[in-house]
């Protein structure tokens, strides 16, 4: 279950056992399902993160969260509310976005889609903000920050972890969360997905097909 990319991080030897039992004390619903718990990190390995998007927990609504930040399985409709502004800033910044909710083409291109928690009960968002899981997300940060990398940083959340990124030629763009709560509060209008591709290629390197 450990991805085998990231296993010689510290937090699978200190504290991945701990949460595990936890999670398995569980008497609630845990989201995603265990196999997809590290689905993010499974699909986009250290040497292939270009860009981290970073989100906080899993959606908390049976059927949604599949172990990527702000991503549902293509059959989902409607798309939560987070994800329908995701997609209509990527409309005016460029012009398209994807056919359905499945953000799995970005982490193929080495978008790592990360949450900072990677589990929650079932209808109560934040519900295990306090399991450690945030450990991990650090020391992801830290990881490929060893290189240059693009880094979208959606909501204070997120941004209580820039410390982790280490010094370098990277493009850190730190907004409000796309959550209807906040998302006109700074989200709307940044336009990260152009400036990403901007980044990448004045790096020399291909843009992210962010429509598809």
């Given at each position: ?68 930040a702000f991503s549902v399985e293509p059959d989902v ?21 994807p056919a359905t909710g499945d953000l799995r083409p ?107």
């Amino acid at each position: 279950m450990i991805p085998a990319a990231w296993a010689h991080l510290p937090f699978f030897a200190r504290d991945w056992p701990r949460i595990a039992a936890a999670l398995a004390a569980e008497t609630r619903l845990v989201l995603p399902p265990a196999p997809a718990r590290f689905a993010a990190l499974d699909l986009t390995p250290p040497a292939a993160v270009r860009v981290v998007i970073l989100g906080q927990d899993p959606y908390p609504t049976p059927g949604h969260a599949h172990g990527l930040a702000f991503s549902v399985e293509p059959d989902v409709r409607p798309l939560p509310r987070s994800l329908r502004n995701i997609f209509a800033e990527m409309t005016d910044d460029l012009g398209a976005c994807p056919a359905t909710g499945d953000l799995r083409p970005w982490a193929r291109q080495g978008v790592l889609l990360l949450n900072t928690c990677l589990t929650v009960p079932a209808g109560e968002a934040g519900g295990h903000a306090r399991l450690g899981w945030q450990r991990l997300a650090e020391e992801v940060l830290a990881e490929v920050s060893q290189r240059p990398c693009a880094f979208l940083l959606w909501g204070g959340q997120a941004q209580t972890l820039r410390g982790h990124i280490r010094a370098g030629e990277h493009l850190v763009i730190e907004t409000a969360h796309p959550s209807p709560l906040s998302a006109r509060r700074g989200f709307l209008g940044s336009r990260p997905f152009g400036r990403v591709n901007a980044w990448l290629g004045a790096r020399g390197e291909a843009p992210i097909r962010w429509a598809g």
